[in-house]
């Protein structure tokens, strides 16, 4: 049946042609290097050896994208870390619109330009054939829609104690008003029931676990697939969807979507937990005179603790863990046996207060002529994020108290070093290395 799928006279490059693919496409379904492919088709004593691979595998890849982009229309909503990233991964086989009210995130998606630092996405958007295209809010795009992803901001309201659920509500609206049946996808994150509350069957919660910079990386390679909604043809299609586009073969868990988001808070808050705890134990050492790293290596190696998320910091920041946790936190007051949970936001910012006196006790007084260096904003390395990076509390509480602050940007370093009498880092780069006596830094590993 194979010799059926091409002339066996034609050249290995007229059968590329007539499968619609470029020489890059070809390399990578051959799994060869592109300037070997190049080379080998050029030269006729390779056809031979060659040429039913290529017909084999080229006609293998044009049949199953083209199946998936023609049974499986996506849209998302929300061109955010999450929303661009599952867009990405998802219009590598599948037609794909991204709805965004901003015009020039929707001017950069169709000219294949990346919103924010993540360099996988970036080569994607170069080198990958997306069936992708984005739009500012039209209630037409969802029609058509089989899935609809929602992954639109949902920011914790302080006095509310609540999510702000308003994005997602009204998108939801908006699809129903023109289509009664496709699949909602809420990818955003909820307040434990609020799906719940919508009584709409066709309507699940899907958390992302992404780490900033790594988006799409970790949508390649999720850690779980969690389906908060009833199993049926639709949601399983959903879940074929991401472990298709996946590179390794995640387990995929149904629950109510309730437990579902009850999975997205108590995640985040575990991480935001686990960074307090190797904070405090870093406090504690500061306090005692103590070796933080003979610690924190004594207490990893213990395989039930683990030697990774442990370095310590100036607190948690960002902007997933301190709204999540603020949260649940909140959901958290009727039930009895609390005190941990509700003591994590506690410690992170009573850690914020402890290096603040750190830094005035190294600095000396009077503390109006004494100048500090913020080296950085970002929340963490490998991101161009500076959302509620835990270093704003830091320089607000100095500046309380006399000290200028001096923000690295927009001059020279040789400036910013010599203008500064101390330098925060709440994350060490060798470019401080020459000038690392000034530096006020508790990164022990240079790693987050």
Do not use: W
Request: glycine fraction near 4%; charge should be neutral; aromatic fraction near 10%.
């Amino acid at each position: 049946m194979a010799l059926l799928f091409y002339n066996e006279y034609m050249t290995l490059k007229e059968i590329r042609i007539s499968k619609g693919l470029t020489q890059k496409e070809v390399s990578e379904l051959l799994n060869i290097p592109l300037r070997t492919y190049k080379r080998i088709e050029s030269d006729y004593k390779y056809h031979n050896s060659l040429k039913y691979a290529l017909a084999v595998n080229s006609l293998k890849e044009i049949k199953k994208n083209n199946k998936t982009r023609s049974s499986t229309k996506v849209v998302i909503v929300g061109a955010g870390y999450v929303g661009f990233s599952i867009a990405v991964l998802l219009s590598t086989f599948n037609k794909v619109t991204v709805i965004d009210i901003d015009n020039t995130k929707i001017e950069r998606i169709n000219v294949r330009k990346p919103l924010f630092y993540d360099p996988l996405i970036e080569s994607y958007l170069h080198n990958k054939h997306l069936n992708l295209s984005a739009s500012l809010p039209n209630k037409d795009i969802y029609k058509k829609a089989d899935i609809v992803i929602i992954a639109t901001p949902t920011n914790y309201i302080e006095e509310n104690e609540e999510f702000d659920m308003s994005n997602v509500t009204n998108v939801i609206k908006d699809v129903r008003e023109v289509n009664k049946e496709s699949l909602i996808v809420i990818k955003s994150t909820c307040y434990i029931g609020y799906t719940e509350t919508l009584n709409d069957r066709n309507v699940i919660f899907s958390p992302e676990f992404l780490r900033e910079g790594k988006a799409l990386h970790d949508n390649l390679f999720p850690s779980r697939i969690i389906i908060g909604g009833n199993k049926n043809e639709k949601t399983e299609k959903f879940a074929s969807l991401l472990i298709k586009a996946s590179k390794n073969n995640p387990q995929i868990l149904y629950m109510s979507s309730k437990e579902a988001e009850a999975v997205k808070l108590f995640s985040n808050a575990y991480l935001a937990m686990r960074v307090s705890y190797f904070n405090e134990l870093d406090s504690f050492a500061i306090k005692h005179n103590m070796n933080t790293n003979n610690i924190i290596d004594g207490v990893s190696l213990d395989p039930r603790i683990g030697d990774y998320y442990n370095n310590p910091s100036f607190g948690y920041g960002g902007y997933c863990l301190p709204k999540d946790t603020s949260q649940l936190e909140s959901q958290f007051i009727d039930v009895i046996n609390n005190d941990l949970i509700t003591s994590i936001t506690k410690s992170n910012e009573s850690r914020k207060d402890m290096i603040v006196k750190d830094i005035i006790n190294k600095l000396g007084e009077p503390l109006n002529n004494k100048t500090v260096g913020v080296y950085s904003l970002l929340s963490k390395v490998g991101t161009d994020s500076v959302r509620r990076s835990a270093i704003y509390g830091i320089i607000d509480e100095l500046r309380e108290k006399g000290v200028n602050i001096l923000i690295y940007k927009d001059m020279s370093f040789e400036e910013f070093i010599n203008n500064s009498d101390l330098i925060l880092a709440n994350r060490y780069s060798v470019e401080l290395e020459k000038v690392k006596e000034k530096v006020y830094t508790r990164d022990l590993f240079n790693r987050d």
